[in-house]
């Protein structure tokens, strides 16, 4: 099988990719909320989708429930 013809799991399964992509947000600050430092249980948008933020990384912090509500 030639290299072009490679199918990899995360193009097949996005929910793994989203999963993956959650995660490392977490592991990068030690699974703790940005904002007060207790363990983050979400992923905050910095500028909210409802005034156009996306789902990008540069958007995206790891928070727990209460800094997020």
Same mark, same amino acid.
């Not at 703790?32 to 207790?38: E, H, L, N, R, W």
């Not at 249980?41 to 995206?60: A, F, K, M, Q």
């Given at each position: 099988?030639?290299?072009?013809?490679?199918?990899?799991?995360?193009?097949?399964?996005?929910?793994?990719?989203?999963?993956?992509?959650?995660?490392?947000?977490?592991?990068?600050?030690?699974?703790?909320?940005?904002? !007060?430092?207790?363990?983050?249980?979400?992923?905050?948008?910095?500028?909210?989708?409802?005034?156009?933020?996306?789902?990008?990384?540069?958007? !995206?912090?790891?928070?727990?429930?209460?800094?997020?509500?």
């Amino acid at each position: 099988m030639h290299q072009s013809d490679a199918v990899f799991l995360e193009e097949l399964c996005p929910k793994l990719r989203v999963r993956r992509w959650r995660q490392s947000l977490h592991e990068y600050t030690g699974h703790t909320c940005i904002y !007060c430092g207790k363990p983050s249980e979400s992923i905050d948008h910095v500028w909210p989708r409802s005034r156009g933020g996306l789902s990008v990384t540069e958007n !995206c912090v790891p928070s727990c429930l209460s800094c997020n509500g």
